[in-house]
Structures are given as C-alpha cells and as structure tokens.
C-alpha cells in the first residue's frame, strides 16, 4: 500500500499481519500444553497444569514453573505462591522473591504483611526482607499504622518500627478501626484508643471493629451494637451480627437472616444493589427503600417495588402499581396492572389488557389502546395493536403505522422490524432505508449491526452495505474495542468493524483481550495472540510522537486519490498515489488535511 514505508510492524521473532485498523502478531503459536489459562495482569499469566500453577510471561515463556499448589495473580509487582503447604510469594521475574517456608502469609497492608513460621510471627516488606522478626506468639496485619502482637500470653500493639507503643497486657486485642480496637482483659473485650486509654470499659463476651461509627458487641449470648460513646444504640438481641456498609448490618436471628439500620430497624431482604442512591428493602413481607446511609426513605408497605429510574420506581399494592420518588411520595397512584420503567420522561403502563404511557406526573398522555408497548428510545416507541407492531412518538402519534410482525426499539437512528418472516430498517419517519431480506437482525451498534441471511451471520453498516459478509455460524451482537468475535465451521476468530478477519477462524477457544493479548487454543494447545491498532509514527505533526490509523485513513485517501488535490498540490507534495511514501510528505497531507497549513510548500 502506499504508506508502507512508514507502517511499524512487530520485528521478528514475531509474525504479523496488518489486518485493517489492527496488527495481529503471533506471539507464540498454540503450543502450550496447559489445562487452564488466565488473563494477563501487569505482564504476566496464571496458567495451570494438572493442578499445579506457575507464570508466563507475555512471549509464552514460563517464567515460574508449573510447580505451585496454587497462586494468586500479581498485584503490586508481587504474587503469593504456596507449596506443600508453606507460603512465599514471587516477583515478575519470577524469582521467588520470599522462599515458601511460611506457615502463613497475609496480605500486604499498609505496606508490611504478617507471616509466620515455626509458630513465630513476623512482617515483611514487598522485597521480601524481614523487617520485624518472627519473633511473636502471634500477630494481626498493620491498621491504623498499628499492628496488635502476643508475646509470652500478652497482647500489645507495635509500630512500623517494631517499637512497642501499648504494652503487652491484654489477653486479646484487634486492630485499630476508626480510632479505637477491641481489648481483652479477665475475660472481658471493651476498647481503647492509641495513646492507649481504656475509653470503653471491658464487659462484654466478644466485641467486633468499629465500622460506619459502631461496633457489634456479644453479651449474655447476643449481639447488639454500641457507639463510640458506649450507648447500647442496638439491643443485644441478635445471634450474629456483622458491620455496618452502606448504614446496614447483616443479622442472625432464630436461625434467619437479615439486616437492621443503625435505628435496629429489622429487614428481611434488601435489594443486591443500589440504584439513583436508593435500595430496595423488605420489612414483614412489604417494600421500601433506604439510601446509602440506611435511612429508610420510603416506608416498607408496598407488596412489591422495582428499582429506580429517573427519579421514581414502580411500586406494587393490592395487586396494582403507581410509582414513588425518592422522597416516598406516591406521586402516581396505584391503579395500574403492569408497569415499565421511565425512559425519556414516560413509562409504558398496562390497565384492563391495554397499554399506554404515564408521565412523571401520573398524567396519562397516550391512553391505553394498545396490546403491547416498549420503553421510548431516541424519541419513539415501540407499540403493538392487532398483532402488528409500529412506533408513536411522545405526543402519541403514529409516526410508522402497525403493519410489522416483529420490531426493536430504535438504536442510533434505525430500528429492525420483521415482516413477512424477513427483517430490514427502517428510520424514524418509517421509511424502510434497508430492505426486508434478513433471517434475523440486531440492534446498531457503533455503527453496524449483526445480520443474519440463509443460517449465517455478518454486519451490515447503515447503507445496508454488508461490511462483514454472512458467513459465519455465530457472531457477538455487539463489537468491543471494534473488534467482534465470529465463529465459522466450529472454529472462532475476530473481525474488525472493516470486516477484516483479523483473528482467523481456526480456533477452538479463545479468551477475551487482557493487557493487548489474547489466548488462543487449538488440538487442546494454547498459543498467544496481540491485538493492537495500527499506528503510524510521523513526528510530533499531531501533537505526539504517533498517528491513529483514522488520521493514517486519510492520508491514504489523499494518496490514492478519493479527496481531490490540484495536479500542482499533487506535484509538489510528490504523492501521486505511488508505492511509496516519505515521513515528510506525510506529514505535509497530514498538516493539510487538519489545516495547520492551508498549501504544500513549493520546493526551492
């Protein structure tokens, strides 16, 4: 191609193919004979083999043998090996930074991590130096930048030092949380702080770390749960109990569990994650919502409730549905059967068989006359009448009339309708842009969407111009990091959004792209792929020291003559489309094409 002589590509011993925006390097052909592989974090593998785990590096060398009972993967430049049940922990180049001779080994906080060995604790750096001996009966992980120690029956707490700041003389301690740590004294926990004052006397049976501004205490059998004053703000009732996240805690009680808010407010259930702040909560068999600080913010006396979604969620009671905002206000009465969530300021609802659209008011704007209806994107919707579907917009006008067997919602200005057992798109006036010809069709993604004709798939662009052609079996519905993975004959690659087969098919299994790489099996072998865009060094003309291969694009358009330059620009910058480029006619077509000069230089 014309600007080859500026393309960088990967040097031997590596093979690479430039396919399109990407350059495809063979790292290392399938070879390796491992029984499980794992992404790359900071250069380096987990890999396994008949239950043994060792490294490799991104060549495919095994940089630490398959000879570990198991690891973890590298964090900090370090990971933890163990092996005949003793620890130690590598570095990247996979020397054995710290010898697996530890009974037990923590994780790295605040810099130092605890091991043991022979029964006697001690710290250690992330050079693997011994920076407090194995010289304690026992030993907990730095907090606070503190560390509790026993030593001859005794528990104190020492510095990064290993100065003994709070002496030996409790017989059990934690690590410092929120100023304070539990001590044990005659049987009996209470807390102090780090000049060592005792500012919550012992007595309790077993006392947990502060979190969130209390702590669970164990007394007569029970938990409940103090603030750092001492005030009981959690009678002792529970029979487990741990700290507070989110201004929740998670309770055991006659052998069920729950949760209570820093009030001792009882909850069956609450929702697995937190949506516009709030979570969904279950009280005696009835829904509200608390926020992040555990406050309950609409109270439990719903049959039901979803989450939120652009300011207000769908709530259930006596077999109807409204809709609360975050405040707890009811701001839609309860009087429908089904409900959607808001999209663009409406929310399909459902009453007597028939659906229509609510503002946030509760003010019915498109009444309820159709037999099914979908959430607005891009300004349309979705609806159903008769057993065909078309689209209204927010004022409820049909826009594209009922006359589709199938249809999804509209995605970067098309949307896929079926008729006839075909699928085409059309735009958001109804016009049918790109005929119904396909078996199956997909949302647009990234400008192109997945296309199914005669049992195979490909990608079309909007023109309906089959970018990647219907050849293959599968395909992902969307693309990542432009590229999509495709699988032919039983056998999977990846195609870039050109429909250049970058990966060929040839692959029994692949894994997802981690750090520029990605793994490869073939006959049960693993090999090693890279996957980069394609840069083009050319100064610093567009402020760096490379170019992306878009910026490239254009100036092979330039060369091969698809943007028009006068004969005498053409003649001076000496590009008439030949197979050859200089660094300095491309930087010129670059500064001309982004404006940075307004013509080529003439040559003296």
Request: charged share 25%.
């Amino acid at each position: 191609m014309a600007v080859a002589a500026v393309m960088v590509l990967a040097a031997a011993p590596f093979s690479a193919v430039a396919a399109g925006e990407y350059v495809v390097t063979v790292v290392l052909e399938p070879s390796l004979e491992f029984d499980s592989v794992f992404g790359f974090s900071e250069g380096l593998a987990l890999v396994e083999k008949d239950g043994k785990y060792g490294f490799v590096d991104k060549t495919g060398k095994l940089v630490l043998p398959c000879e570990y009972n198991f690891a973890w993967s590298f964090s900090e430049g370090l990971a933890w090996v163990w092996k005949d049940y003793k620890w130690g922990f590598v570095d990247k180049t996979g020397a054995l930074v710290l010898p697996c001779e530890y009974d037990y080994a923590g994780d790295f906080s605040e810099g130092l991590a605890v091991v043991e060995r022979d029964g006697k604790w001690g710290y250690i750096d992330k050079t693997g130096a011994i920076v407090l001996p194995c010289e304690y009966n026992a030993a907990g992980n730095f907090s606070e930048g503190l560390a509790w120690v026993r030593k001859d029956g005794k528990y104190g707490f020492i510095d990064k030092t290993g100065t003994l700041v709070l002496p030996r003389e409790y017989d059990g301690a934690g690590g410092f949380s929120e100023g304070l740590a539990a001590v044990e004294k005659d049987g009996k926990l209470g807390y102090i702080d780090k000049t060592g004052a005792l500012v919550l006397p012992c007595e309790y049976d077993f006392a947990r770390s502060f979190s969130e501004g209390l702590a669970a205490v164990w007394k007569d059998g029970k938990y409940g749960f103090i603030d750092k004053t001492g005030t009981l703000v959690v009678s002792c009732e529970y029979d487990d109990a741990f700290g507070f996240s989110e201004g929740l805690a998670r309770v055991r009680k006659d052998d069920k569990w729950g949760y209570i808010d820093k009030t001792g407010c009882e909850y069956d259930y609450v929702g697995s994650y937190f949506s516009e702040g709030l979570a969904q909560i279950e009280k005696d068999g009835k829904y509200g919502f608390v926020n992040k600080t555990g406050q309950l913010v609409v109270p439990c006396e719903y049959d039901n409730a979803w989450y939120f979604s652009e300011g207000l969620a769908a709530v259930e009671k006596d077999g109807k549905y409204g809709f609360v905002d975050n405040t707890g206000q009811l701001v839609v009465p309860c009087e429908y059967d089904w409900p959607g969530s808001f999209s663009e300021g409406l929310a399909w609802v459902r009453k007597d068989g028939k659906y229509g659209f609510i503002d946030k008011t509760g003010t019915l704007v498109i009444p309820c006359e159709y037999d099914g209806a979908e959430a607005f994107s891009e300004g349309l919707a979705v609806v159903r009448k008769d057993g065909k579907y078309g689209f209204i917009d927010k004022t409820g006008t049909l826009v594209v009339p009922c006359e589709y067997d199938n249809a999804w919602s509209f995605s970067e200005g098309l949307a896929a309708v079926e008729k006839d057992g075909k699928w085409g798109y059309i735009d958001k006036t109804g016009n049918l842009v790109l005929p119904c010809e396909y078996d199956g069709a997909w949302y647009f993604s990234e400008g192109l969407a997945a296309v199914r004709k005669d049992g195979k798939w490909g990608y079309i662009d909007k023109t309906g111009n089959l970018v990647v052609p219907c050849e293959y079996d599968s395909v992902g519905y969307y693309f990542s990091e432009g590229l999509a993975v495709v699988k032919k004959d039983g056998k999977w690659g990846f195609v870039d959004k050109s429909g250049n087969l970058v990966v060929p098919c040839e692959y029994d299994l692949t894994q997802t792209l981690s750090e520029g790489l990605i793994w490869v099996e073939k006959d049960g072998k693993w090999g090693i792929l890279s996957i980069v865009r394609r840069l083009i060094p050319l100064g610093c003309v567009s402020g760096g020291d490379q170019l992306s291969i878009t910026d490239a694009r254009l100036v092979l358009q330039y060369l091969v003559g698809k943007i028009t330059l006068t004969e005498e620009e053409l003649d001076i910058a000496n590009v008439s489309g030949g197979e050859n480029v200089s660094i300095t006619d491309a930087r010129l077509i670059l500064q001309k094409l982004v404006g940075k000069i307004e013509n080529f230089p003439r040559e003296n």
